[in-house]
């Protein structure tokens, strides 16, 4: 089965076709992020107007470089939410009438879904829940250009752990089964993403913020601040980053009053000391879940699990056989991990009906099993 994934939910038009014979076979992306960073973040109605003007040259752009026709498509699948209602609209519209023309099914993704299923997409075709990678050595880069491992040395199976950080989600998630969710913390206020781009706003890097602050704490001397790590000496899964924000704000101002402006390398620093303690709360938060629930693997997907440092850490204190994620490209907004998803119930048999429908808050344990 051949299916289009289109993905609109926030600031980046992504598509994907993914066979479910012969794996992933093409996705593109375009990315508004020179529209917004000019405003600092997401002005939601240019984000619509954006995805009017590039879904369709997109999707036409994909079908070229896989050799296939529309025709050729056996399903659609959009992202229909959580995310920006105007922008969720565009994709949606454009999936629905697309699979009416073509007398395809459609079905509405689970953007959260897309990203915690991403790290099964790059293995070969399957029938069952296994990625095929095992041996891998492929290797990629993360968004600053730094190498990683590009897919995980073993097989994925459910039951696994899975950390969603991204720019609107924190959560932890014990997965079942497609559609078996149990959320087991969510934060309680910013997301790391966001925790990463209003940080790298403070120190004057440009929107979005997290893989610039990723780069800029390279530099840094791990030595030189030490942050907070959030609710980690206290039970639970929940996780807070405002505390960790403000006390970022704190020492910048602090910093200002002795040094004036903020020299490159008191950015780089801070940056370092926000970064280590960003990972070093997300790995304890796993360690424990892991401990608590027996769990022996470890997914990490969204935007902010493209970050190296988390990786590595995850990877020393967990062991790398027992953290997975996708390379760099599926771990941010892209179609192909919506393709993938939809493939997946597409094939089980779920459709939509004829209505467009998007829904901007989506809890994920709603979503039906599999
Ligand atoms: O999953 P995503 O592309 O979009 C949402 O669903 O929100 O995640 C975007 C978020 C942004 O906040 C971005 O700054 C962050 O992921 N991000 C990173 C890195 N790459 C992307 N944060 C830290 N380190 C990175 N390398
Ligand atoms: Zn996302």
Redesign the pocket.
Known sequence: MIVLGIET??D?TGIGLYCSERGLLADGLYSQVEIHARYGGVIPELASRDHVRKTLPLIREVLAEAELSLSEIDGIAYTAGPGLVGALLVGASVGRALAAGLDVPALGVH?MEG?LLAPLLENAARGDDSPVSRGSDRVGR???GRQSRDAPRKELRFPFLALL?????SQLVRADGIGRYQMLGESLDD????A??KV?KMLGLPY????H??RLAQRGDPGRFEFPRPMTKRPGLEFSFSGLKTHVRTVIAEQRESEGELGDQTRADIARAFEEAMVDTLTIKCRRAIRQTGLESLVIA???S???R?RQVLERQLGADTVYYAA?RY???NGAMIAYAGSRRLLAGERDGLEIQVRPRWPLESLPAI
């Open positions: 939910s926030c980046e953007h990203h993360d968004a600053d950080v991204s720019g609107g989600h997301a790391a993403g966001e990463f781009d790298a979005p913020g997290g893989p602050l990723a969204g935007g902010v493209a970050n190296l988390l760099p771990c941010t907004d």
